[in-house]
């Protein structure tokens, strides 16, 4: 290939001297082109001590994989020179300007596996897209976000949501710290007791943030959690989120059901006997949805659902007249109604004859106030309930992952709005018509 392509690549590579391309080979059949980029310095600085003009030792050759050129895959290929310095004495290789150390990729390749991932498309696609093993872009991950975690600013975080993430069915979980204003995940560390908390409050002051300076923690009514606040956030005031408080009353709704279906099926026959196997299953998915939410076939199971003497239908109208205490508490977002809706709800619980609502009665009575900090607090529990979505969207992206710190590192990329990241390499071209003026006859 002629002098004018040679010069054409080392612009396009961002080239600059002593590096150059020396040489183009495209091979149609091999589906690659191979760029061969040579240092034409015959004496340079010591990566070491900075001494200008020290002579070349040697050269090693090394390759790395870059962007695809058209449909063909690139690779750079170098003689990379190694220094040997006479002010500090020792023989060191140069960096290059186009990748990390030690890495087979170049930058923008890493950025845009990045690019890719963070946008929520799964790792093992990526991988899959982009023609390389897993491990190797799980790796990238881990570093850059370990690198823009470094750099990341937590000084002036206040509110927090504390939630559990399960990596897999039945097995580990992992704690994670939301920046509710934010929006931010903030943290991330395998495990679920209290003392998840005080690596939180260790990391936080290494961000530059102060476990003092929390001034409200939005959590479940995890024990080990209340706990972990209590020593290591100080001044933290405590809210319930009504996501995880209508997810425990769903769950007592439940128990009644399987109780009553499986040990007094004589008297649901009786009550609801007419209908079909299929009208029968309606009733569990309707008891769990939304009423909005309905088709028509649980429109219709619910409607007999009602009017059946069940304990089944009690503990229905028990946890959907717990969630319109807290729509009411979202629409006046007073305090004293609040208390006073959810006092005459407890009352019912503990009167209703249903062991699990007694129960859920009861836990909700010994954490009264901060069950209606968590009524109030519309922006903690909008911002909970939608991180919980995004977290399982990070699981799926993360599919595949083999331990806690690929999910972490990916919860990190998508949801920790990680500022000190490589940019994307696809940026908009500028039109090649900008700058030009259109004469008209």
Same mark, same amino acid.
């Given at each position: 290939m002629g002098v004018e392509i040679e010069s054409l690549f080392t612009a396009a590579l961002g080239l600059q001297a002593p590096w150059a391309v020396e040489a183009v080979e495209l091979n149609t059949t091999k589906r690659r082109i191979d760029f061969e980029v040579r240092c034409k310095a015959k004496a340079l600085s010591c990566p070491g001590c900075?001494?200008?003009?020290?002579?070349?030792?040697?050269?090693?050759?090394?390759?790395?994989?870059?962007?695809?050129?058209?449909?063909?895959?690139?690779?750079?290929?170098?003689?990379?020179?190694?220094?040997?310095?006479?002010?500090?004495?020792? /023989?060191?290789?140069?960096?290059?300007?186009?990748?990390?150390?030690? $890495?087979?990729?170049?930058?923008?390749?890493?950025?845009?596996?990045?690019?890719?991932?963070?946008?929520?498309?799964?790792v093992r696609q990526s991988a899959r897209m982009l023609r390389v093993r897993d491990k190797q872009l799980w790796r990238r991950i881990e570093h850059y976000v370990t690198e823009a975690r470094r750099k990341q600013d937590m000084s002036g975080v206040s509110l927090v949501g504390i939630d559990e993430t399960q990596l897999r069915k039945g097995q580990d979980y992992v704690t994670v710290v939301h920046d509710l204003?934010?929006?931010?995940?903030?943290?991330? /560390?395998?495990?679920?007791?209290? /003392?998840?908390?005080?690596?939180?409050?260790?990391?936080?002051?290494?961000?530059?943030?102060?476990?003092?300076?929390?001034?409200?923690a939005c959590m479940d009514m995890s024990g080990a959690y209340r706990k972990g606040v209590g020593l290591y956030?100080?001044?933290?005031?405590? $809210?319930?989120?009504?996501?995880?408080?209508?997810?425990?009353?769903?769950?007592?709704?439940?128990?009644?059901?399987?109780?009553?279906?499986?040990?007094?099926?004589?008297?649901?026959?009786?009550?609801?006997?007419?209908?079909?196997?299929?009208?029968?299953? $309606?009733?569990?998915?309707?008891?769990?949805?939304?009423?909005?939410? &309905? $088709?028509?076939?649980?429109?219709?199971?619910?409607? &007999?659902?009602?009017?059946?003497n069940l304990k089944t239908a009690r503990a229905w109208r028990l946890k959907m007249a717990l969630r319109e205490v807290f729509a009411r508490a979202r629409t006046h977002n007073d305090a004293q109604l609040a208390s006073a809706d959810l006092k005459a709800w407890i009352s019912w619980a503990r009167r209703c004859r249903l062991e699990s609502f007694k129960r859920l009665g009861a836990t909700l009575k010994s954490h009264f106030d901060a069950v209606v900090r968590g009524m109030l607090d519309h922006r903690s529990n909008a911002f909970v309930e939608?991180?919980?979505?995004?977290?399982?969207?990070?699981?799926?992206?993360?599919?595949?992952?083999? /331990?806690?710190?690929?999910?972490?590192?990916?919860?990190?990329?998508?949801?920790?709005?990680?500022t000190h990241l490589p940019a994307s390499p696809f940026v908009a071209a500028t039109p090649r018509s900008a700058g030009l003026t259109t004469h008209r006859a």
């Open positions: 900075g001494a200008a003009q020290q002579g070349i030792h040697d050269r090693v050759r090394r390759e790395w994989r870059h962007l695809d050129f058209f449909q063909f895959e690139a690779w750079l290929h170098a003689e990379v020179p190694r220094v040997a310095c006479k002010s500090c004495g020792k /023989t060191t290789q140069v960096s290059v300007p186009w990748a990390r150390e030690g $890495s087979g990729f170049t930058l923008l390749f890493e950025a845009l596996g990045l690019a890719l991932c963070q946008g929520g498309l799964p204003d934010g929006k931010r995940l903030l943290f991330a /560390t395998p495990g679920r007791d209290h /003392t998840t908390l005080l690596e939180f409050a260790v990391d936080l002051r290494a961000h530059g943030g102060e476990p003092a300076a929390i001034a409200h956030l100080p001044n933290a005031q405590i $809210s319930y989120d009504r996501f995880h408080i209508v997810k425990l009353a769903g769950e007592a709704m439940d128990e009644v059901r399987r109780a009553e279906w499986r040990g007094e099926s004589a008297r649901v026959q009786a009550e609801l006997g007419h209908l079909t196997a299929q009208e029968r299953r $309606s009733i569990m998915w309707g008891m769990r949805r939304n009423p909005m939410g &309905w $088709s028509e076939t649980q429109i219709d199971a619910m409607y &007999w659902l009602q009017r059946a939608a991180m919980n979505g995004l977290m399982q969207q990070a699981k799926r992206a993360a599919r595949g992952f083999r /331990t806690a710190a690929n999910f972490i590192a990916i919860a990190y990329l998508q949801l920790g709005k990680l």
